[in-house]
């Protein structure tokens, strides 16, 4: 008898417990799926505190309230990236921002950097407005994803944007609407291709994939623009609320010129800036601010690169169109390179003195500032005894375009080479294909 009520008593306890774990299960579907609790801590414990860094003449000023979380591409390296959203960025004028432009910045391989605290306001967004508000920095964060506008964005970069942004959203209560990026927000005043207020400002971020971030509903449609506050910039306009924006996107993926894609639609307000530099399809590079002189915008040639941020307090880079690159904190292996950054074809010689091909590398931001790189080669071909230069180019061994890399780690071309007779053993040649 006692020893039924006993197991009736634990049965009932039993199922009471069931029941409240779950209700507790239904109440609070936590974690968020994919993470757990543990990746959780490690995530935020391993974030980089770069607070330090920030200008001294940046002024932390606590937000009044949150109402947004804004992504952004830096369109430069980690370097470059780090120094300007924390010291702020130069211009050739001598003027230079405060810095302070982002809350946080996620590298290529996803480590997270902390530039302020997430309560400050980060001067990120400019001229921007949504849903009728303005100045956008004074009511979100800022995010800098480094990377690309015209380029795909990492795995590593994603998975952090993702638990970052569900940190975030908790701590301001923010829904999934509230992540915009900033080619959304971002307004210009007329100019010569709108004549009122209009968007497309910035393409920054426009190719940040929300559903790869874990992010669910979006807007539909840009409010200012319905509201006839702005006018629509075609592009984004398909791209961010026109359902053949999926497709539309790999067409533009590109920082190439072509009937498509415009000065205006790569760089956006910085089309004519000093710091965006146009590389025409002969090697030649010109600054935005000398393109309408020199050849007007309508007759910029299809296939012309275009880089952003070519200023970024240090010298420009030199020559573009000779065959050996080097990559600097302004010039990536990516913005050599585009999409061949990561091809067979596409070999980098590290300072260290290794060799390695573009598909034995998982990324440019580990790759070192002084590499030097040439685009579309095979090889090597190894100078011996009885294979001479000759043997292996042909005609062309003396040819500037004809690639030497000498044991020393020196790596010029067949123009270059003052005595074919003196070849140190064990140089070895690469030819175009
Ligand atoms: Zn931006």
Request: aromatic share 10%; hydrophobic share 35%.
């Amino acid at each position: 008898m006692k020893f039924k009520r006993l197991k009736r008593q634990l049965f009932t306890r039993w199922a009471v417990l069931c029941f409240a774990a779950l209700c507790m299960i239904m109440i609070h579907p936590e974690p968020a799926p994919g993470f757990t609790n543990s990746e959780y801590r490690r995530f935020q414990a391993g974030i980089i505190n770069y607070q330090n860094r920030l200008n001294k003449k940046f002024r932390k000023i606590r937000r009044k309230q949150t109402r947004y979380i804004i992504v952004h591409t830096s369109e430069l390296g980690l370097k470059a990236t780090l120094r300007v959203v924390s010291r702020g960025k130069q211009f050739k004028s001598g003027f230079r921002t405060p810095g302070g432009h982002a809350n946080y910045v996620i590298a290529r391989n996803g480590r997270v950097y902390r530039i302020m605290n997430k309560a400050f306001r980060a001067d990120h967004a400019g001229r921007s407005m949504w849903n009728r508000q303005k100045d956008i920095s004074s009511v979100s964060l800022g995010i800098e994803l480094v990377g690309y506008h015209y380029a795909p964005l990492t795995d590593r970069q994603y998975r952090s944007a993702a638990m970052l942004i569900d940190i975030l959203q908790k701590v301001y209560n923010l829904s999934d609407l509230a992540v915009l990026t900033h080619s959304q927000i971002a307004y210009g005043l007329p100019n010569p291709w709108f004549r009122k207020d209009h968007r497309g400002r910035k393409r920054c971020a426009k190719n940040f994939d929300r559903a790869r971030a874990g992010l669910g509903p979006t807007w539909s449609h840009d409010p200012d623009v319905r509201a006839g506050l702005l006018m629509p910039d075609p592009q984004l306009d398909s791209l961010f609320y026109k359902k053949s924006g999926s497709v539309r996107i790999l067409a533009q993926a590109s920082n190439l010129i072509s009937k498509e894609n415009s000065a205006w639609s790569i760089a956006g307000e910085d089309y004519d800036s000093q710091t965006t530099v146009y590389i025409l399809p002969g090697g030649k590079a010109l600054p935005g601010d000398r393109v309408k002189k020199i050849i007007g915008w309508s007759h910029l040639p299809v296939n012309t690169r275009v880089l952003l941020n070519q200023d970024t307090g240090e010298k420009q880079a030199s020559v573009p169109d000779l065959p050996v690159k080097i990559i600097s904190t302004s010039m990536t292996a990516w913005s050599h390179a585009g999409q061949a950054y990561k091809e067979k074809t596409t070999v980098y010689f590290l300072p260290s003195g290794k060799t390695r091909s573009g598909a034995q590398i998982s990324d440019w931001d580990d790759l070192p500032i002084k590499t030097r790189l040439i685009i579309g080669y095979q090889g090597p071909h190894k100078i011996t005894k009885d294979r001479t230069a000759y043997r292996i180019a042909g005609s062309a061994y003396k040819s500037e375009k004809t690639v030497y890399h000498f044991p020393s780690g020196r790596v010029t071309t067949g123009n270059k080479v003052k005595d074919f007779s003196q070849l140190p053993r064990g140089t070895e040649i690469y030819l175009p294909l």
